[in-house]
């Protein structure tokens, strides 16, 4: 069993930026593959990026791809999110997934753990 655990979400300005980690509890964190997905209220959980067990391989939703970065620190069992160039359309709860996946990153349905999301909020 693994357990996630986000932080760092909260209120920013269009065009801020916000960092998010994701802690787990998993004493073999470097086999899952991570992932962040977000959903806004009444819309679909979606795919936001996602990064490989050994953090050699990112993948980024198309709306996020050069504003958003995943990374991950294996020693102390952590993947982060930095948002930057944040905007209104960003506004969503964030989601931390681990999943003994080697493909489909995009799909939620692949990851075996999820923790239980942080709020993020962009004004304009």
């Known amino acids: 069993q693994v357990q996630l655990v986000e932080s760092g979400g909260g209120l920013v300005q269009a065009g801020g930026s916000l960092g998010l980690s994701c802690a787990a509890s998993a004493r073999t964190f470097s086999i899952y593959t991570m992932g962040w997905f977000r959903q806004a209220p009444g819309k679909e959980r979606e795919f936001v990026a996602a990064i490989s067990r050994s953090g050699g391989s990112t993948y980024y939703a198309d709306s996020v791809k050069g504003r958003f970065t995943i990374s991950r620190d294996n020693p102390k069992n952590t993947v982060y999110l930095q948002m930057d160039s944040l905007n209104p359309e960003d506004t969503a709860v964030y989601y931390c997934?681990?999943?003994?996946?080697?493909?489909?990153?995009?799909?939620?349905?692949?990851?075996?753990?999820w923790g239980q999301g942080t709020q993020v909020t962009v004004s304009s």
């Open positions: 997934a681990a999943g003994l996946i080697l493909r489909d990153f995009t799909v939620s349905g692949r990851y075996n753990y």
